[in-house]
């Protein structure tokens, strides 16, 4: 901090996700649910202690080593969302495939955006969209590669209630096609219930696992 | 997919982003503005080569002492070489009764080659050689002699020749202006019947060849094995200096106006990229968290700029090679005829250009998306190192400055404008510093102007770039604006309506009286009389001057010939001094010499060398002390060597003048000839017509090229105002929502931009005005003089033209519903 105090954000987090298993992290804002759910993707390194990832010690892994391990095996779902607008709703979807080497990346992004409703609006841009929509052409992208583990950052939090309930069913739905490890940010009490586990968080501490 | 293809597929998506797409506009304007004048300059430059050609009336002529072998012309003929032989002498002619010592010249069919042959008879205005038995004579000579056309007859030596036609124009003639006899033309077999081709005559024998560029070489080649010593090749020689002169500084207008022009794209090529990029990070952090490597991200977005950058470079060539068909319907007929079709040098030159100055100036910015932390998906704050502000100016103009100076070959004007730049940027952001200091209370202030104005000090580096492109903007366009007006009237004042259009020359220094009176009575302008000798360089130093010595033509012939080697207590007003010191007035007198500094470095003359010169048998020997500029097109009299008027005591000299006559004087070089035998008078009127020529038309290419620079201009008024668009439709929005209302949010956003230009302009006209006075006296060697108008141009005229710039790229936000914008996030 500014004042050379050192401010800890997460401490003492111990943990462990099995594969298949599906975990909600909650806990109220700040308590540094998405701190740690960046660390537990590789998308930033702790200052001290270790983090595992499908078998991996992201702490021996730079940068694009563990940007490597994501690819084809990890997908995210954003709060809000993260479509990139230039690309339309088909394009943003085959990106992980293309960025994987899948073979038919395009067919395979078509068939899923049929999967969660957008057969309709393959060449539409994120603009053109709704958040709704938008945030099933995220989940769509998010399932594009078949991934082993599923981050997802409070995926309802922009959406009204019924948009909400809605894309929780399609990911839960999603999940259970590929069977895929899920780690959930939320704030959300039922939502985390859908979960087979709940961590909450407070001030950076597990306060409490069930 | 590797990066590269994954560009490839997206690259639709590329082209709906609106920094990219103002990214390509700028790279078509700056494109466009510097190949059509490369494509222009290219086919000047042929032109000039064409015209040098018609100079020499050839495209090569060899000059000897003796005849020209039959076998040169049988190789001609083989090569299918078109060739005709001359041959000069001076000799004196008789007619009435009076001899004249004039210069003989006899021509064969088809003279000339190249250029026109221009001679008025009776039977009106005819191009071709004398026929048999007649002769051509120049208008001083008939004047001399008293000569009726058609009916006197000339004799020379055995020879009996009817005075047919006065002779107007010889291509050949060359660019001595000073050439003393008046010339008479005669065929070429007349000539061997005169009787005075004999062993001692001083004939000079030239062969003049023209044909294919392939076919000459071949016979160069085969002719260099074969040239006696004191044979002479030469092919495009030098044109004259008067125009040399004006078409180069024509040249450099149309450079620096290009020059402008593609530096401001560049500014905006720059702005683009920033506003690309700040796009483009969220993006890359997503396909980071796809598990994209940051190469393999940064390659991604090098490839697509690549793409957009390849194809606006194509279409700019394509746009260089309408606007330099616009320069040559308005420049082409300096050429009198048409110029050469357009080449391909300069498209490759523009496409270069283009690729490398898109590269610099947005390739330091893209770095910052191959760093962008993937966290940021997460995190949206967390922003991408880049290289520190200065790093990318720098860089991107220290790449701009390699490209000029490859572009236009001018290390001085490219140092020059390097110079500019450097000092523009400094004091862009140190004013910009400035003012973020100074508005920094004003983020605690309520009002509607303290909010706009706030928000500068909210921004500070994207505040800066607006600043220093805002004023960059404003400086190029006030200097080509404002400051162009002023350096082309002093040049066009630099010949003035009475500039001199005759010179007198050969007056004998016991005239001298005569002739000042005569002026002086009839009211006549002049430069006043100068006292010259016919002088020969003998020595540089210690080493000997034979022109065999020298490689390059204009340096042998220089070193062959005679010069004028003038006397003078003053500097000419149009020469500029560019090593040592002129003689001052009270210096106690010592022989010295002031040289022409091209003349110098054709023949190697080092200032503080000692020269000798050989002057009607006496040597001449002292320091160089000073080394000049001359502006030959001012038509006033000048040298290429001076010495301080006692080195004239001992030798032999005479004196010229130039003066100016109206039509209402013409009577008045009959008259001279008539009082002065010796005087030669030499009417410089056409010469005069062509640089007056190059002038007009050389302002109005500017003007043309000037319309780039305005285009640019724009674009980067509308780059530096979308930099902050994004930034800027966030803020609206959240006040919007915290219930502000238009005319608040409106109100600040003017002031804010009013602000910038204000500040912008403001330094702008500083800089303006600086570098407009450097630039005039610097590279066009002209008095420096820059109209107080820059300032209010520049101050009133930012201020608004960069309020409503900013004003039209963000009143679209105030409309926008706000939750719109915050859910975009």
Redesign the interface.
Known sequence: MSDGRVLDILSAIDMQVNAGEAVAILGPSGSGK?TL??LL?G??QPSQGRVSLLGRALGELD??AR????????G?V?Q?F???????AL?NVA??L????RRN?RGQAEALLHEVGLGERLSH?P?QLS?GEQQRVALARAFAGDPQVLFA?EPTG?LDADSGRRIIDLLFGLRDRVGCTLLLVTHDQQLAARCDRVLQLDAGRLVDAT | MSAAALAFGHWRAASRDPGLRLLAVAVVVAVAALSSVAFFADRVERALQQQGAALMAADLVIEQGAPVPQDWLDKADALALRHARTLTFPSVIVANDRPLLVQVKAVEAPYPLRGRLRVDTPQGEVSQVPASGTAWLEGRLRDRLGAQIGVTDVGLGELQLRAAGVLVDEPDRGGNLFQLAPRLMLAYDDVQRSGLLGPASRVKYRLLLAGEADRLQQMRAWLEDRLPRGSELADLENARPELRTALERARRFLSLAALCASLLAGVAIMLATRRYVDRALDGAAVLRTLGMSAAAVLRWHLVQLLLVVIVATALGSLGGLVGQQALVSVLGDWFGEALPAPGLRPALVGLLFGLSMALGFAVPTLLRVGRVPPLRVLRREMDAPGLAAWTVWVLAAGGFFGLMVWQVQDLRLAGGMALALSAALASMMLAGRLLLLALNPLRRAGGNAALGLAALARYPQLTLLQLAGFGLGITLLLLLAVVRVDIIDTWQGSLPEQAPNHFLINLQPEERAALAELLLTRQIANSGLYAMARARLVAIGDRQVDPEDYTDLRARRLAAREFNLGFSADMQRDNRIQAGNWWEPGEPPRAQFSVEEGLAKSLGIQFGDTLTFDVAGQSVRAPVTSLRSVAWDSFNVNFFVVAPPQMALDLPVTYLTSLYLDEASEGLTLELVQQFPAVSVIDVRPILVQVRAIMERGALAVEMVFVFTLLAAALVSVAAAQVSRDERAREVAIMRTLGASRRRLLGGLLAEFGLLGLIGGLLAAGLASVSGYVIAVELFELPGRVSPDVWWFGIGGGTLVVGLVGWLATRRLLGVPPLQVLNSD
């Open positions: 998405s759910l960046g993707a998308l930033d940068e694009d940007a490597a391990l994501r690819a084809g095996r990890v995210f954003f809000s993260q479509l990139l607008p230039g690309m339309t394009e990106l992980p293309q960025i994987g080497r990346a841009l603009r958040g950052d922009n």
